[in-house]
């Protein structure tokens, strides 16, 4: 099975991806993680990503597929893709190395959640800088308002949970994603639009039936 998870940040793609992974036997590619590895590992596309980001500038697409294509091969046809193709240009040089190996994308899993339900969740976040536990300030707040439930001080919010950031990260990811899901469904890939606004667990159920139907 390989198949591409999309949605917002925010949508709980870290969560269904690991259930996925687990229940399918399935390899978790996430590029954000192949990349740290790659750099750390001092291989030849590892040096030359790290060459444009210290230079503050962004990896070109072509280093990414790379990276992605290398990974994809170790994982024989069994994986998920996290965080890729993130652009059009990814898509459509990810969809023509596939070609070249004579394998496609089996399906787009697509979480759906609305952007107010999104900035709700990612705005009212709160994380301790010490332990790394994560709250919420509506639906998992801390025992005592703004301190860390393992006493270790007090909680912050990430710059990346800002309302005018998280509104600018979701504005991107529309663009980019609307552009990627078009050029799947237009080669007729199949595309599972899943609502992820509900509990996670029904969520997980809905991800199950439709996979379980492709694999019959």
């Known amino acids: 099975m390989r198949l591409i998870l999309c949605g917002p940040p925010g949508a709980g793609k870290g969560t269904q991806c690991k259930r996925i992974v687990d229940k399918y036997a399935l390899t978790h590619l996430s590029s954000g993680d192949i990349l740290r590895a790659e750099r750390a590992g001092g291989t030849e596309l590892g040096r030359k990503a790290q060459s444009y980001m210290d ?7 072509d280093v990414i597929i790379g990276m992605m294509i290398g990974a994809i091969q170790k994982a ?27 394998e496609k994308v089996d399906a787009i899993l697509n979480l759906l959640v609305d952007d107010p339900v999104i900035e709700n969740r990612l705005t009212g976040r709160r994380s301790c800088p010490q ?11 801390p025992k005592v308002e703004g301190q860390c439930d393992q006493g270790c001080g007090r909680l912050v919010q990430r710059d990346d949970d800002k309302p005018d950031v998280v509104r600018n990260r979701l504005k991107t990811y529309h663009e980019q994603t609307e552009a ?28 199950f039936d439709e996979l379980d139907a492709i694999k019959r």
């Open 76 to 102: 024989a046809g069994r994986y998920v893709l996290d965080g890729f193709p993130r652009t059009l240009p990814q898509a459509e040089g990810l969809d023509k190395a596939l070609q070249e190996a004579g």
């Open 180 to 207: 990627v899901v078009g050029f799947y469904k237009a080669k007729g890939r199949s595309i599972i639009n899943v609502d992820a606004d509900r509990d996670i667990d029904e969520v997980t159920s809905a991800i």
């Open 55 to 61: 230079s503050g500038g962004l990896v070109p697409d």
């Open 131 to 141: 332990c790394g536990r994560v709250y919420h300030i509506e639906n998992l707040p």
